[in-house]
């Protein structure tokens, strides 16, 4: 740069001034002051640092796997092996001889790559990947080549060399790797301009790939992270730039009140994990007592949860607002050709498979050369000594008749030799020591040959079939180094966790009705609900306006607030029951209707816009609940008729646009609440996806039932413990569940288990007598459990008998549960099955049984919004004055919410 500058103070002023005017430099008339851009500097200088940084610094080669930082390491470290450890400030220090860029960054490379567990075979404290803590000075910790990197990197016949940075050392340009080492480490790095991310795989894997790869099967790899956890990869789409994983902690429940973390997402560590923790709850987005971190070998966290706060709740809270739940994006760029490649992790496996395939083939051709170098000496030396062919040379006075003696004497002989003989040949030949011509063995020398032939034989054959040569390579890695390296990430599917449906209610929620506030600084006003600081909040006002608006310590709605609550999207279960007048002496009309999506901050208007309108009556009815009212008309004229009964469940629902149905086109001096309702929607069906453990509504998985608002789910688990739940959709499911159905409440459960006091099988029958508890259904010795457990009204059992020595096996015995015990209470031992020993209880198909009809609660249906407004003229035509419009019903849909509807009378 300096010689630059010097040579443009030489050049004429002229030609300078010229340059300037050619490369856009301005010149000012006034002052003549000359501006010059440094468009050039960033092209020439810039674009040199971007190169050398993205080639030399941040991003790995495709060919090898490595940063220039890491081969030059491996390369050093190759240096000094002779198998001992040697101090890892050493290789730092010998490997400043081929990376001009400091100590540190080697070091910091060194431990990362140690701490994979791969390549590096290390000793001492190398830091913690799992809790964050960093290494120990390098002059305290150790490292040398592992086996494998000595398998499957280092060949220095087929390694092509270049300079090292000063021209004092030879490095290798890329290292003969043949294994997708890339893929199995992983590697990340900011260069200027891109940067790259490539996930790491499991070992096995990439050898069950790239042997696919070579049969021409199809393979699919998906990433495998040394800190365990499980894994979403839907949207892995191959690595490439654009596709996402969500990775999630293994989050366990312990007791009613402890959750236990054993695997973290990848990315994370014990102590950013907690911290994660410990925000959340102080942002009261989840609620826990105290967090304990036992991570030593393994990762182990205990999260103390409240008395009354759902464990499930929690764990779905902990995905949403804490670090248990990662999203990573990948980005599959490697240098090729001294260029950025951006490619997926499939490409990557098959271009580093056929490397492989290419240096195995170069490997065996130096191999046979050296071979049949090998031999063609041997044979040359067995022709030489056989026949005596040295005692030529006993006269000759020169060198040059000593090579032509030898050469005359071979001739005879060398027929069968697969190439020429040269002067280097007949020199090597003089070279032989009297010592060894006077103990050559011919049978011995024969051998040899023999035996070199046939490794010649071997290693043409390999050539021949190269594809199965390479197979056989990869399945002996596998089988050498495959131990101990099967997958830590489990592969899923999650479900979608909604925040509002798990985040903690931390905070209270109040109205001021008259004066149209509301929020959670009002403490001297109504209280209405808990909340959290990211739900939606619904408001209706005695005007018939509606608005959802978020939570605030402070938000104006309008006069006259007659219903406040948290809003749930897509909420088609609850219904809200209106009476209005339109306008200020318009007729009265009665509507239902649900409101399943909004825009936030929006005014809705419930009466058509007309002035002067005012609500009468409104209930807001969690499981569309139709209530039965008394309508009171005032004295008006010759009305006969001033109080009749209106039934909502007379009424269809609509959307929340719909003007509704006239009720009277009289004045109404009040409406008074005559009979509470039930709920008149159709029983929801539940699914159970085994695939994400959760129960869903979108039909997937297997049908679980119908339910309605009072039923609840039976869950029986292998450690003999029953409970019921309501079904939630946010409940998490473990692994050990071996029934999940509807619970029938007068339906007896049969279970036959094994006490381990009495090592005997008994019987009982029993049915759920407290709902709401979790109780164990066999005997608390340690060696009792759960051998079979029916749901069936009228079930049986068959008991196989262990075959006595010198006797005919007893018949198997068919027991009618039924009628072998009475139905007792939930604690009782039950009736001891047998007395022999017993091989195998199986279960038969039961007994006929038709349980009584139920009548159900008449179904009705929600039509959709988009429908609504078809329907607005119909609603306004003209009724008698006290007539109702009657409508079918329908079916509403839509998911359950708990709850007891408001009412509101005016």
């Known amino acids: 740069m300096s010689d630059e500058l010097d040579n443009n103070e030489e050049q004429n002023p002229e030609d300078i001034d010229h340059q300037n005017q050619e490369s856009g430099d301005v010149e000012n008339a006034d002052n003549s002051e ?50 001992r450890y040697n101090k890892v400030a050493n290789i730092v220090g010998h490997t400043m001889q081929y990376h001009p860029h400091g100590d540190a960054s080697i070091a910091d490379a060194m431990v990362q790559m140690g701490q994979k567990d791969l390549l590096i075979d290390t000793q001492g404290n190398w830091g913690n990947v799992l809790t964050g803590d960093s290494a120990a000075a390098s002059r305290y910790i150790e490292a040398r080549l592992s086996k494998f990197a000595l398998d499957v990197v280092f060949n220095p016949k087929i390694t092509e060399w270049q300079a090292s940075y000063d021209g004092r050392k030879k490095e290798p340009i890329n290292l003969p790797v043949m294994f997708p080492l890339l893929l199995a480490q992983g590697a990340e790095g900011i260069a200027v301009g891109l940067s790259t991310k490539v ?97 030593a070998a393994e990762v182990e966290i205990l999260v103390h949860i409240p008395s009354g706060i759902s464990p499930d709740k929690t764990i779905d809270a902990l995905y949403a ?26 490409e990557m496996l098959r271009r580093s498979t056929d490397r492989t395939v290419d240096l195995l083939k170069q490997e065996l051709e130096i191999r ?38 030898i050469d005359k004497g071979l001739k005879p002989h060398i027929k069968h030799l697969k190439r020429a003989v040269t002067e280097e040949d007949i020199v090597r030949l003089t070279e032989i020591r009297i010592k060894r011509i006077s103990k050559f063995d011919i049978d011995k020398a024969q ?36 131990a101990g390296k099967e997958r830590k990430t489990e592969i899923r599917v999650f479900d979608d966790i909604e925040a509002t449906k798990v985040v903690i209610r931390n905070t209270k929620l109040y109205v001021n009705r008259e004066e149209g506030f509301i929020g959670t600084s009002l403490r001297r006003d109504e209280y209405v609900t808990d909340c959290s600081d990211i739900d939606d909040i619904i408001v209706f006002t005695e005007d018939g306006t509606m608005m959802v608006t978020k939570v605030d310590s402070k938000t104006f709605i309008g006069k006259g607030i007659i219903h406040v609550a948290v809003f749930k999207k897509k909420d088609k279960r609850t219904i809200y029951n209106m009476i209005y007048r339109f306008g200020k002496s318009g007729p009265t009309y009665v509507k239902r209707f649900a409101v399943t999506s909004i825009t936030r901050d929006r005014e809705y208007s419930l009466t058509k816009d007309a002035k002067g309108s005012k609500v009468l009556y409104f209930t807001a ?3 569309g609940e139709a209530e039965v009212v008394t309508v009171l008309l005032r004295q008006k004229g010759n009305i006969k ?34 009979e509470k309702g039930l709920s008149t929607l159709k029983p929801r069906k539940i699914w159970f996806d085994e695939t994400v453990q959760r129960l869903n509504l979108d039909g997937r998985g297997e049908l679980l039932g119908e339910f309605r608002s009072e039923d609840r789910l039976l869950i029986v688990k292998q450690d003999g413990t029953v409970k019921t739940v309501v079904p939630e959709m946010t409940l998490r499911f473990d692994d050990d569940i071996i029934i999940l159905e509807k619970w029938e409440p007068k339906k007896p459960l049969s279970a036959i288990y094994w006490e381990g006091e009495k090592e005997l099988f008994y019987v009982k029958r029993f049915l759920i007598e407290n709902p709401d508890k979790e109780e164990l259904i066999i005997t608390d010795h340690s060696d009792s459990y759960l051998e079979r457990i029916f749901t ?31 139905v007792k209470g939930i604690t009782a031992m039950g009736n001891q099955l047998t007395k022999e020993k017993v091989l195998e209880i199986n279960a038969l198909a039961s007994l006929p049984y038709e349980p009584p009809e139920e009548k159900n609660a008449e179904d009705m249906d929600v039509v959709d919004e988009e429908d609504v407004s078809s329907e607005e003229d119909n609603d306004s035509s003209d009724t008698d004055d006290d007539a109702i419009r009657s409508s079918s019903d329908e079916d509403t849909g839509g998911e359950a919410s708990g709850g007891e509807g408001q009412t509101s009378l005016f």
């Open 34 to 83: 000359t501006i010059t851009k440094v468009t050039g500097m960033y092209r020439d200088w810039f674009l040199d640092y971007a190169s050398y940084v993205i080639l030399e610094r941040a991003v790995p080669a495709i060919e090898d796997g490595f940063k220039p930082v890491q081969r030059r390491i491996m390369h050093s470290m190759k240096d000094l092996d002779d198998g």
């Open 321 to 346: 607002f804490t670090n248990c739940e990662t999203s990573i994006s990948p980005l599959g760029c490697v240098i090729e050709d001294n260029k950025p490649l951006f490619v997926g992790v499939s």
């Open 199 to 295: 996930l790491p795989h499991n070992f096995i894997e990439l050898i069950d790939a790239s042997v696919k790869h070579l049969k021409g099967k199809r393979f699919t790899l998906l990433p495998d992270f040394p800190t365990g956890g499980i894994m979403d990869a839907t949207d892995y789409k191959d690595g490439v730039r654009g596709g996402k994983i969500r990775s999630r902690a293994r989050i366990n429940q312990q007791d009613r009140n402890t959750l236990v973390i054993n695997e973290i997402p990848f990315g994370t560590t014990t102590s950013s994990l907690i911290d994660s923790i410990l925000k959340a709850n102080e942002k009261g987005k989840i609620k826990i007592k105290q967090i304990e971190d036992n991570t």
């Open 792 to 822: 069936d009204y009228r079930p049986v059992a068959e008991v196989v008998f262990v075959k006595k020595r010198g006797k005919e096996r007893e018949e198997n015995l068919e027991v009618n549960l039924e009628e072998f015990i009475a």
């Open 621 to 623: 009815n969690p499981n």
């Open 368 to 405: 046979l050369d050296e071979l049949e170098a090998q031999w063609h000496f041997a044979s040359l030396e067995r022709i030489f000594i056989e026949n005596r062919i040295y005692r030529d040379i006993e006269e000759e006075e020169t060198w040059e008749g000593v090579i032509a003696a």
């Open 641 to 674: 008729k001033l109080k009749f009964d209106l039934d909502f469940a007379d009424q269809m629902v609509k959307g929340r646009g719909a003007k509704g149905n006239i009720v009277t086109k009289h004045p109404v001096k009040r409406v008074e609440l005559k």
């Open 447 to 482: 051998q040899k040959i023999e035996a070199l032939e046939d490794q010649i034989a071997e290693i043409k054959h390999h050539l021949e079939n190269l594809i199965e040569y390479a197979i056989a390579y990869f399945k002996r890695l596998k089988k050498d180094y495959g």
